[in-house]
């Protein structure tokens, strides 16, 4: 063999696994779920620094819109809630967002604190929505070598009370609690290709920051109140990663202000939530209790057991806004133009919340919907029932209007929305809806339509 | 260490570059070291079966080389060989058979209402131990017979026992090939090591992403006989006869190319079985290596066909029932076994019959739609022998047969399909099995018209060939059954 063509040979074999990595590289990018990376997309396009990071489960997602605080306040925030995520799991997810940005508070909403495992117990894929987004380092490492690490979850599987008929190790688990599937998601992923749809080519990223908005209205069980002096006594392995992370965050010279956002609470959560006050005390951060503070209506304001709907996220969000202007030294940028960015993606956001209304098409949802301080809207009611069936008496009273709101005659309708944006004055949209009534003369249905 | 394991991929391409590295006289030594890493990766103990199967071989080989010398007779050197029988025969039951035999026994005394309870060991059955074991009962024969001198170089004969590529799933070598190859050092190769790789990515290619993919299919109707009707089961069981030749062809062509890149030519264990026209020809098509192996080293012992048609057939027979028990300590793999051997039987019998009534017919023997028919006709009877292959109990075998006799509403299949999590994936994932057995019918007609189609790729100009590359990994693993499991339905889940 010559030199020459020892050399052409070595040439191309470099060449070819160049391609080959370029090819494996640009599918790892179609095949990948892209949950992850287009909820954090906004997170690490930004180049300044964040005021506010808020964690913990979905309950974060669904009641905290960072949009609307940079709207009513002007500070930077983003929303790294994570759906089904055990404290631990938080833990690592605050641990990679840490290593971008030093926010100067950090909201760490404390529910279920009473959960010894570390990952989410219903699906180990939960934890992918937290990870994946984060390139591969060495804090990522320690991250999955430690959430695998999980006592309790071993407990269980030994116990067989998580195993499927597949023997994958966790029911409702869709994959194996293998640290290479979080380190190289490829591994677990590249078996979605015969599931590829539109929005693996055109992936649509989050443009609430992080935030998720959820749209419905239900109405939750009552649940007996638990006195203020029953609290969690045990110290729990969550307990244990929240108190780390408030050590951690102190020594970073971040303030960490503690939640427990509002829902209508079991027992044991309630216990939790009151627990976290004397967890606040010991580590001398501020924590709010929203289970005691009254600011949302749980029959208008609920998506579920658990979560908040828009209107209990504009509550959250307002009040959260107020606490963090009042409590902490958080700048305005609203007139920086070093964050001009920011305009824009509030403008996203405005069309994106705009939509919702323009796209719904069940008047208990547009009135719940209707809850939001940057609306007006002019509401023409021709028949009064509406406000003895429920539950749009309660949600047009979460709105402001009650029984005493005149009716008038309407034309081939008997009711009709035209809603306004106060911040341009335009009027996006306009509903008329149609009762149903039963042989009672009962409404048991409204038809809506845009017009 | 399963080929299609990370540690093998990490594995194999340490093993190559410490090979052509290291100074010749090391290399063989070097081969031993990872072929014993390899093996024990499984279980450390192995190391000590495999070990004594050697030392056994060894010795009886050369007492055997030390008799002949002395040209003492044929007593002495029979028992040598008997001795390198029963031991290695020995150890193979003990771990393969003997609660299989044990079972045996308890369910001949059952018959005469007698029951007994014999207490059962713990045995875990060795991987490849079927392989390796024959493969040094060959090398005791081959030198009592004469074929080749005893090795005296006892690691070198280490080494051609447990040469890893070949180790535990074959081809089962025969010493006449192989322990001469391990003789020489062997240098690097480009032209070798790229036509080495393609072998291993066509093995891929049919293990992991046909096999496996197949296996899913099949698993959940086997697994659940009575949940599906007689198509599912029809299907399944076509579906099982490419899931075994992919799986197990798959493993051979990756070991026949794993081995040509450290310069060392296997013998083809797979030639198109699939398409044969009789059952014999079926036979000599399938895992050549050990129908080979019982073809030189047991039916020729027994008589072959010298001594009559009568003792032929028993001899066939009798080969067809070892194979069966071969292939696993159970009485599904006997049936197997036995039903294979009387199809051969049957077809040699009818073969008068047969020509005949072509000739009658004026059909061509040769001709393409004769050719197509007899294949049809023989992939079935083939098919069938493995429904006693894929069940695990004789009355199992028995219900599947029973719902394809009675297979009801085909248009179950489609709403079955229709029924899943993800309809649009299933169907993606239905018609891509279907696009890769083109693949497979295309390269397995070439192969049988003598036309490899690597050597086509290889001819070709080396972007052609950096680019089939390159697209036959990123195939390979995008398409491929590996990593930890997932569900595509269950991550649809995200409103908490």
């Known amino acids: ?451 | 260490m399963l080929f299609n394991s990370l540690k093998f991929l990490i594995f194999f391409p340490l093993v190559v570059l410490g090979y052509f590295l290291i100074p010749d006289r090391w290399k063989h030594y070097w081969l031993l070291l990872a072929s014993y890493y390899f093996y024990m990766s499984w279980n450390a103990g192995y190391a000590l079966l495999i070990l004594f199967s050697t030392g056994v071989t060894y010795i009886c080989a050369r007492l055997l080389e030390k008799e002949k010398t002395r040209e003492a007779g044929g007593k002495r050197t029979k028992r040598i060989v008997l001795a390198s029988l029963v031991l290695n025969l020995g150890l193979l039951v003990y771990f393969k058979y003997f609660n299989f035999l044990l079972t045996s026994v308890e369910s001949i005394f059952a018959l005469f209402h007698i029951r007994l309870q014999i207490p059962r060991f713990d045995i875990l059955l060795p991987v490849g131990i079927s392989f390796f074991i024959f493969q040094a009962l060959g090398y005791t024969i081959d030198v009592y017979r004469g074929d080749i001198p005893a090795e005296h170089d006892f690691f070198r004969y280490a080494l051609f026992v447990s040469f890893f590529p070949q180790l535990v799933a074959g081809p089962i070598e025969r010493s006449g090939n192989l322990l001469k190859q391990l003789a020489v050092p062997h240098r690097f190769s480009y032209e070798r090591t790229k036509e080495g790789l393609l072998l291993m990515l066509w093995g891929y290619f049919l293990k992991v992403v046909l096999a496996d993919r197949i296996a899913i299919f099949v698993d959940m109707v086997y697994g659940n006989i009575s949940a599906f009707n007689g198509w599912y089961c029809m299907l399944a069981t076509v579906l099982f006869a490419v899931q075994i030749y992919c799986d197990f062809s798959g493993y051979s062509v990756i070991a026949v190319g794993a081995a040509k890149i450290l310069g060392i030519q296997l013998m083809e264990n797979f030639d198109a079985p699939h398409l044969s026209t009789s059952v014999a020809e079926f036979w000599r098509r399938w895992h050549i290596s050990l129908t080979s192996w019982f073809r030189d080293y047991l039916y020729i012992p027994l008589g072959g066909s010298r001594k009559g048609k009568a003792r032929k057939y028993l001899n066939v027979l009798i080969v067809f029932l070892v194979s069966g028990l071969w292939h696993g300590a159970s009485f599904n793999y006997v049936i197997w076994g036995a039903i294979n051997g009387l199809f051969q039987i049957i077809g040699e019998i009818l073969m008068p019959l047969r020509r005949k009534a072509a000739a009658l017919l004026h059909l061509h023997r040769e001709s393409f739609v004769h050719r197509v028919i007899s294949g049809i006709i023989t992939f079935v009877l083939v098919d069938f022998c493995y429904i006693f292959f894929r069940t695990t109990t004789i009355r199992e075998a028995i219900a599947v047969i029973r719902r394809i006799l009675s297979p009801g509403n085909p248009a179950e299949l489609i709403t079955g399909l229709l029924a899943a999590q993800n309809p649009r994936a299933t169907a993606t994932e239905c018609l891509f099995v279907f696009f890769c057995l083109l693949i497979l019918l295309f390269a397995d007609a070439m192969k049988s018209r003598g036309i490899a189609v690597r050597t086509k790729i290889l001819a070709q100009d080396s972007w052609f060939q950096s680019l089939f590359f390159v697209a036959a990994v990123c195939g390979i693993l995008l398409f491929g059954v590996w990593g930890p499991g997932y569900r595509e339905a269950s991550f649809i889940y995200f409103q908490f």
């Open chain 1, 1 to 451: 063999m010559t030199g020459n063509s020892t050399l052409s040979r070595v040439i191309a074999v470099i060449l070819t696994f160049a391609l080959l990595l370029a090819a494996l590289f640009g599918l790892s990018e179609l095949v990948k779920r892209k949950a992850s990376y287009i909820q954090y997309a906004d997170f690490f396009d930004e180049k300044q620094n964040f005021d506010v990071l808020f964690f913990g489960t979905s309950h974060v997602l669904d009641a905290v819109q960072p949009m609307k605080l940079w709207k009513d306040h002007g500070f930077l925030s983003y929303n790294f809630g994570g759906h089904a995520n055990a404290i631990a799991t938080t833990y690592w997810a605050a641990q990679l967002a840490l290593e971008y940005t030093t926010p100067s508070v950090l909201v760490m909403d404390c529910f279920d604190i009473t959960e010894e495992a570390k990952t989410s117990r219903n699906s180990f894929s939960y934890v992918h929505l937290s990870l994946d987004a984060f390139p591969i380092s060495r804090t990522k490492i320690r991250a999955v070598k430690d959430l695998l690490q999980d006592e309790e979850i071993d407990r269980l599987i030994a116990e067989e009370k998580l195993i499927n008929e597949e023997n994958v190790a966790v029911i409702g688990q869709e994959e194996e609690r293998d640290p290479i599937t979080l380190l190289w998601p490829f591994s677990v992923y590249h078996n979605r290709w015969s599931a590829l749809g539109r929005s693996d080519f055109r992936p649509v990223r989050n443009v609430q920051k992080g935030a998720e908005t959820t749209v419905g209205v239900y109405k939750p069980l009552d649940r007996r109140q638990v006195p203020p002096d029953e609290k969690l006594e045990k110290d729990t392995v969550s307990i244990a990663y929240l108190e780390k992370l408030i050590t951690d965050c102190q020594a970073r010279g971040i303030e960490v202000l503690l939640t427990y956002l509002p829902f209508t609470a079991t027992e044991t959560e309630q216990r939790e939530a009151h627990r976290l006050y004397d967890i606040a005390e010991e580590y001398g951060v501020k924590y709010l209790n929203f289970l005691d503070l009254g600011v949302v209506d749980y029959e208008t304001d609920c998506y579920d057991d658990t979560h908040l709907n828009r209107s209990g996220a504009e509550k959250v969000t307002a009040y959260l806004g107020d606490y963090l202007a009042a409590n902490y030294t958080l700048p305005d940028h609203r007139n920086d133009l070093a964050y001009a960015s920011w305009h824009g993606d509030y403008e996203t956001w405005r069309t994106f919340q705009h939509a919702l209304l323009q796209e719904e098409d069940q008047l208990f949802r547009y009135l719940m919907l209707l809850a939001n301080k940057n609306y007006s809207f002019e509401l023409s009611l021709g028949d009064s029932r509406l406000f003895a069936a429920e539950p749009y008496g309660k949600l047009l009273r979460n709105i402001g209007i009650d029984e005493k709101y005149p009716t008038v005659t309407l034309p081939g309708a008997d009711l009709e929305i035209r809603v306004r944006d106060l911040d341009t004055g335009e009027e996006f949209d306009a509903v008329q809806g149609t009762f149903e009534l039963n042989t009672a003369g009962e409404l048991i249905d409204v038809k809506l339509r845009h017009v």
